[in-house]
């Protein structure tokens, strides 16, 4: 056993005394053996030693094991990731047979999309980033990104199981009629003129035109192309109707969209932080979105235990303490000792989740 200071600390120690927070909760327990998360974690307490045993000593029962599940967390998310790729090599052929007129694969896709949702437990809404994310791939990832949440937000929000594919398909090609619109309007980085915004609000009737011959995709994935830009109270687009007239397909993908649209890198506009997201969607959403599927939207997708160690906007990390379920974005976060109450320090948000 021996006091090693953190920067001397290397992956492979292990942990043979309980490390606790500014606060007293236990960061980590004993007999957990140092990765480049558990070094993570501890330089954000600013822990400055730990006890460890020799690395020769470890416990080679506990390392066999630690390697394993490392190897098994790997092999989850490496499997996700390939099927990712895959789903959305496929999504680009997609739009490129819709944009030159030939049939769309959408068994094929059926079949992909599938396949991808087998792995949704390695998929988190807040905290996902597509590898090699390129700003001009921005409406492929998009409407992947929006078919994943679309998903989860069917589940959540208790749809019929028979559904819940169905409603992947619908956010995954909600998009498929800005095939037919002009790229150079699409990735405009300023202003568009009023003939422009109605060449891009045309792509709701054009994807339901793509899609209304195929029997593979029910009524909800169709009218989800020409709806998901309605809102609840007739402000939205291509007809202007009310939340009673929209589907609940189109519901649920106008919701994975606006966020997917705000927490992606455009060519003429960075990504926002998704806790901001949620916060403005929240705040935006009454008379826009559908207000039930919001609140559950929220809740689920930030359901995190006290004990989660976050990224603030001002570049300080700390441990959540307390979530008040009324402000589920804003908790109390623990930072070297001092409480950050969100709900009040409103300037101040999280910017990321290190470890969950």
Not at 20 to 47: C, D, M, W, Y
Request: glycine share 6%.
């Amino acid at each position: 056993m021996a006091q090693v200071l953190l920067s001397k600390l290397k992956p492979g120690d292990k942990i043979v005394q309980d490390v606790q927070t500014p606060l007293g909760n236990t960061l980590f327990h004993k007999g957990v053996v140092v990765t480049s998360r558990e070094l993570e974690i501890l330089q954000a307490f600013q822990v400055k030693s730990v006890e460890v045993e020799a690395a020769d000593k470890l416990d080679k029962t506990v390392a066999s094991e630690k390697k394993n599940e490392a190897e098994e967390e790997k092999q989850a998310v490496s499997s996700f990731q390939a099927e990712y790729e895959e789903t959305l090599q496929l999504i680009k052929r997609t739009f490129n047979n819709a944009l030159s007129g030939q049939s769309l694969p959408i068994l094929e896709i059926r079949k992909q999309m599938e396949k991808l949702i087998g792995l949704i437990g390695e998929y988190n809404v807040l905290t996902y980033n597509p590898v090699g994310l390129k700003a001009d791939d921005y409406w492929y990832h998009n409407s992947l990104l929006t078919g994943l949440t679309s998903y989860l937000l069917a589940r959540w929000n208790g749809f019929a199981a028979k559904d819940w594919v169905q409603i992947a398909l619908a956010g995954l090609l909600h998009d498929i009629g800005n095939t037919k619109v002009d790229r150079a309007i699409l990735f405009k980085p300023n202003a568009l003129t009023s003939e422009e915004r109605e060449e891009v609000r045309r792509h709701t009737v054009n994807g339901y035109q793509l899609l209304k011959s195929s029997p593979a995709l029910n009524e909800g994935v169709k009218l989800a192309a020409l709806q998901h830009h309605e809102r609840e109270d007739g402000s939205g687009y291509p007809l202007g109707i009310k939340a009673d007239k929209i589907h609940p397909y189109a519901k649920i993908v106008a919701i994975a969209d606006t966020f997917h649209a705000m927490t992606l890198n455009k060519v003429y506009k960075k990504a926002a932080s998704p806790y901001v997201v949620l916060e403005e969607i929240r705040e935006n959403a009454f008379g826009k979105l559908e207000p039930s599927y919001v609140r559950m939207f929220i809740e689920r997708a930030t359901q995190f235990h006290n004990g989660t160690v976050v990224k603030l906007s001002d570049g300080r990390s700390g441990e959540i303490v307390f979530s008040d379920r009324s402000q589920p974005t804003r908790p109390w976060v623990s930072v070297a000792g001092t409480i950050v109450n969100l709900s009040i320090e409103r300037h101040l948000y999280i910017q990321e989740v290190i470890s969950n």
